[in-house]
């Protein structure tokens, strides 16, 4: 009887280890397995990344919307204020603007270099003005141009290009860019004859006319890529007042707003 017993206990004291030794092969499998799978996902990703870089890190993707010559700028400056004008007469006269939607004056340019060129000039205006102001916050100067010309570039660029999706108009991304930059030439000349002269009716006069004109560009551009009563109205309407109202927050808040908060600083207690 106890040779059986002692026989039994060997058997089992046998299968146990058969066991442990199966579940440690099955472990050491187990975690072979998910030491190749992570080995796979680091090296896919780090292809992945090496292809985005090689994509998007590359210069030479962004040389096109670059390579414009100086004099070229100044030949499409001239040419705007042209095209101003006889967008006017178009409508005075009722013609329809998408007729003359592929020829030259409605002509988008796709390139990136003028409006960066503008927004970079805008911003040292606005230092110039809050240095005229005497704004005194020399930390955040740089910092507050540079977002709030950047940002107005990129997030107005995108609101107008959804308006345009939404109103179907034949328009690209960086055609939106592009016109919304440009479009800050206004801007700029506002800014510095409004900072060197200092009246309410100088500067809403030439809000009318330098800004007028920008934003009627603008919505010229637009129309002639637009169908529909309804949507051209509504395109107009968003590019015009976010273009013209933006004017009136540079002037106001980073000029005269500054100039006051300072005198009242300044102010002795009585």
Not at 87 to 93: D, G, Q, V
Not at 135 to 161: K, P
């Amino acid at each position: 009887m106890d040779f059986y017993e002692q026989k039994q206990s060997n058997e089992d004291a046998i299968i146990d280890i058969e066991q442990r030794e199966d579940d440690d092969k099955n472990l050491h499998d187990r975690s072979a397995m998910l030491y190749n799978m992570k080995d796979h996902v680091l090296q896919q990703s780090r292809e992945h990344a090496q292809k985005a870089f090689n994509v998007y890190g590359n210069i030479d993707i962004l040389r096109p919307y670059f390579h414009v010559e100086p004099k070229e700028l100044l030949t499409r400056r001239a040419f705007n204020v042209k095209k101003c004008f006889i967008i006017i007469i178009y409508l005075a006269s009722g013609i329809n603007i998408n007729t003359y939607k592929s020829s030259k004056l409605f002509l988008n340019y796709r390139e990136l270099y003028g409006p960066l060129m503008l927004v970079l000039t805008l911003i040292a205006l606005l230092l110039f003005g809050m240095k005229t102001a005497e704004h005194v916050r020399e930390g955040t100067l740089m910092g507050t141009a540079f977002a709030v010309c950047f940002g107005y570039w990129f997030g107005a660029s995108s609101f107008v290009y959804l308006i345009a999706y939404l109103c179907n108009s034949q328009i690209s991304y960086l055609q939106t860019l592009s016109l919304m930059g440009y479009a800050l030439s206004g801007h700029c000349v506002v800014l510095l004859l409004g900072t060197l002269i200092h009246s309410h009716v100088f500067f809403y006069s030439i809000w009318a006319i330098f800004g007028g004109f920008s934003a009627l560009k603008m919505v010229g551009v637009m129309i002639s890529r637009t169908t529909g009563y309804s949507q051209r109205v509504t395109i107009s309407a968003a590019v015009s007042s976010i273009h013209l109202l933006f004017l009136l927050y540079l002037h106001f808040a980073y000029h005269r707003t500054c100039k006051y908060l300072n005198i009242l600083c300044r102010k002795p207690p009585a």
